[in-house]
């Protein structure tokens, strides 16, 4: 099968049920968003111990399910999978409590950087961020606020885990954090 179809080139595109949308539908924005975050976090994956890497695997999983269902309306096309849950925002709360306890408290805000992986870190927080922006968009537009209320609250958790990630490997890999200077 060829990869391209040329049915693209003006404009349009498939969701995985079949169904037609313009490439500037809010939906395509989330699911673009949402695919970019676990491309990136793939990208972090390739430098983390495996401790982390495992970890950061399973949220990949979930990306790619949460991608699924934004991409299809379609029982038959989604079959059993079920879109993110709450046990899923409690496992990321227990992986944010397990690196908060190695940490010293932070008394100022930090900058990106320091090290490679870290800023990276920091940019898969960044995107998911903007991930979370982009699924809020279309869940409110589509007036879907009840069928992804625990997947936006698992993207805004999911950047706090990254955040505390970044934290953490500044004092695993023994860098220092580097302190925002406001200037005052």
């Known amino acids: 099968m060829a990869i391209y179809t040329k049915n693209g080139d003006k404009g349009f595109t498939r969701l995985a049920d079949g169904n037609g949308v313009s490439k500037s539908d809010l939906r395509i924005d989330a699911i673009g968003d949402i695919d970019e975050l676990n491309s ?3 990208l972090l994956n390739t430098q983390l111990s495996d401790s982390l890497n495992t970890k950061v695997l399973g949220i990949q999983t979930s990306l790619f399910v949460l991608g699924a269902h934004v991409a299809s309306d379609s029982t038959e096309f989604l079959g059993n999978m ?3 849950e709450l046990h899923d925002i409690v496992a990321l709360e227990g992986l944010i409590d ?4 190695v940490l010293t ?3 100022v805000f930090i900058l990106p950087g320091g090290h490679e992986t870290i800023a990276l870190a920091q940019v898969c ?3 998911c961020r903007r991930a979370e922006r982009s699924l809020i968009r279309w869940v409110q537009a589509e007036e879907k606020e009840e069928a992804y209320q625990i997947s936006i609250a698992y993207l805004n958790r999911l950047s706090d885990y990254l955040f505390m990630m970044c934290r953490y490997l500044h004092h695993s890999l023994g860098i220092p954090e580097i302190p925002w200077n406001s200037g005052r």
């Open 105 to 107: 408290p932070m008394r």
């Open 82 to 84: 079920k879109l993110i």
């Open 125 to 127: 927080r960044t995107v």
């Open 40 to 42: 990136y976090l793939g």
């Open 98 to 101: 397990e690196m908060d306890e």
